[in-house]
T-cell receptor, first 112, second 112 residues
Framework: NAGVTQTPKFQVLKTGQSMTLQCAQDMNHNSMYWYRQDPGMGLRLIYYSASEGTTDKGEVPNGYNVSRLNKREFSLRLESAAPSQTSVYFC???????????FGPGTRLTVL | KQEVTQIPAALSVPEGENLVLNCSFTDSAIYNLQWFRQDPGKGLTSLLLIQSSQREQTSGRLNASLDKSSGRSTLYIAASQPGDSATYLCAVGRGAGNMLTFGGGTRLMVKP
């Protein structure tokens, strides 16, 4: 039982490049989330997915797209990366039995 | 808009002390409140979750309380150990989707 996994762990992009951050969970959770963590700003919700095929915007969705491919996977795409998107990105899922939210190890993204 | 504040931002104590971390939130219409631990360069680990109908939760040396009417939660750590050194994050859940709003965290250092 790996929990929530994220790839890659580190990534460096140039301004204007695109990339997709991958997230998967093996706990059979319906709800999944993407957060970003910045110094002085804490963690902020980017997007949320209640189930396969459904997504909702969070607090800071601009510049991002998401895709809930199936129950396990929830990906975050940066179409045209900007330096303001330099951050650590965390994926999470919620256990509906306890409401406990489980986090992945994070992806550290730098946009030059 | 929900705002979550954690005081103090940093705390250094000698080993063995009992300590209290504080969390306050502006909107009392919460779904739950979670306390997390984050080690440097790592993801978040859930410590305790208090549902909106509950007053407190305990796990080992940790006790978390919730007072919705005053918009406050405290995390009590008994007999602190160097291994407790980490950043502690408070997060308030809203709606059935359990979307979290985080405080800025308290960075705890327990000195041997």
């Amino acid at each position: 039982n790996a929990g929530v996994t994220q790839t890659p762990k580190f990534q460096v992009l140039k301004t204007g490049q695109s990339m997709t951050l991958q997230c998967a969970q093996d706990m059979n959770h319906n709800s999944m989330y993407w957060y970003r963590q910045d110094p002085g700003m804490g963690l902020r919700l980017i997007y949320y997915s209640a189930s396969e095929g459904t997504t909702d915007k969070g607090e800071v969705p601009n510049g991002y797209n998401v895709s809930r491919l199936n129950k396990r996977e929830f990906s975050l795409r940066l179409e045209s990366a900007a330096p303001s998107q330099t951050s650590v990105y965390f994926c999470a899922s919620t256990d509906p039995r306890s409401d406990t939210q489980y986090f992945g190890p994070g992806t550290r993204l730098t946009v030059l | 808009k929900q705002e979550v504040t954690q005081i103090p931002a940093a705390l250094s104590v000698p080993e063995g002390e009992n300590l209290v971390l504080n969390c306050s939130f502006t909107d009392s219409a919460i779904y739950n409140l979670q306390w997390f631990r984050q080690d440097p360069g790592k993801g978040l680990t859930s410590l305790l979750l208090i549902q909106s109908s509950q007053r407190e939760q305990t796990s080992g040396r940790l006790n978390a309380s919730l007072d919705k009417s005053s918009g406050r939660s405290t995390l009590y750590i008994a007999a602190s150990q160097p291994g407790d050194s980490a950043t502690y994050l408070c997060a308030v859940g809203r709606g059935a989707g359990n979307m979290l709003t985080f405080g800025g965290g308290t960075r705890l250092m327990v000195k041997p």
